[in-house]
């Protein structure tokens, strides 16, 4: 539209430059050469559009979208076309809204939405939707999928680390629906949870009983494995005792003993021993000469 105003503008200077030269009428002729060069560099810079750093254009040429898009620097494009500039950077959507829980509970909630226009589908938003595609697609898919996730879920997992869960499949969901008309999700976070009065003092009543539950589980686990060691530890001093008492007769004894008596009679130290004898013989002395 620009370039067809800049052209008319400087076919009309010309027109007025060249009757102002006839009629020899300087100062008119001047002011219509500066307003043929001024329309005439207007209509020629429209075949240049400059795309923004995280920007991506699309061109419309009389209700003809290409199917080619602009991305960012300096495009060469027909003068008569009208370039429709996205934003193509990570974006938020920010929605408070009151939603239900799997109890049928309202609670209210504050998420936001990371999402960006993909650059190669630009051209399919524009044709399908129009540039005002976030307040048309976006929002009351978004709003749609959140209400859909939550009631089912109890809303205790809202208040807890099911939370995290609970996001992805918000996303999750959500990307099946416009991911492919060029929208892409990056994330879906839970920014705040307000429960109805009363309910996040139980909620947090049940989590500590529920803590407590498997702390003395876990302590009654670590004395059955305690009891289970000592008992095994206690077998194994006992079958090596029974080993040991086995190994050990009566001969073997008596011959340990001679061993060490004849040791002892042997020593510098000792002067005399003295060995009981059988039930009915007389002691045996011993000495170290």
Do not use: C
Request: proline share 4%; hydrophobic share 45%.
């Amino acid at each position: 539209m620009l370039f067809i105003i800049a052209f008319l503008a400087a076919l009309v200077a010309a027109l007025v430059y060249f009757n102002a030269k006839k009629r020899f009428n300087k100062p008119e002729a001047n002011f219509a050469l500066i307003g043929l060069i001024v329309a005439a560099l207007i209509a020629i810079l429209q075949f240049w559009t400059v795309i923004p750093a995280g920007h991506v254009g699309v061109i419309d040429f009389f209700g003809n979208v290409s199917d080619n898009t602009l991305y960012p620097g300096v495009n060469f494009v027909n003068p008569m076309a009208n370039v429709i500039k996205f934003d193509a950077r990570t974006q938020e959507l920010k929605e408070v809204m009151n939603v239900p829980s799997k109890e049928g509970m309202s609670v209210e909630l504050e998420i936001s939405l990371l999402y960006s226009l993909s650059f190669a589908n630009a051209n399919k938003i524009y044709k399908t939707v129009g540039e005002d595609y976030v307040e048309k697609i976006l929002i009351p898919q978004f709003r749609s999928v959140v209400r859909g996730v939550t009631a089912s879920y109890d809303a205790k997992a809202l208040y807890t680390e099911e939370r995290e869960i609970l996001s992805k499949r918000i996303e999750t969901d959500l990307s099946k629906l416009v991911e492919p008309r060029g929208i892409t999700l990056e994330a879906a976070p839970l920014r705040q949870i307000i429960l109805p009065p009363g309910l996040t003092g139980a909620i947090e009543e049940k989590l500590k009983a529920e803590q407590e539950s498997q702390r003395m589980q876990f302590i009654l686990q670590r004395e059955t494995q305690e009891a289970e060691r000592k008992r095994i530890e206690a077998k194994g001093i006992a079958d090596f005792q029974d080993i040991v008492s086995k190994g050990i007769s009566d001969q073997l004894l008596k011959w340990k003993g001679i061993e060490a008596t004849e040791k002892l009679a042997n020593s510098n130290n000792t002067k005399i021993v003295i060995i009981g004898s059988a039930k009915d013989g007389l002691p045996i002395i011993l000495g170290n000469q």
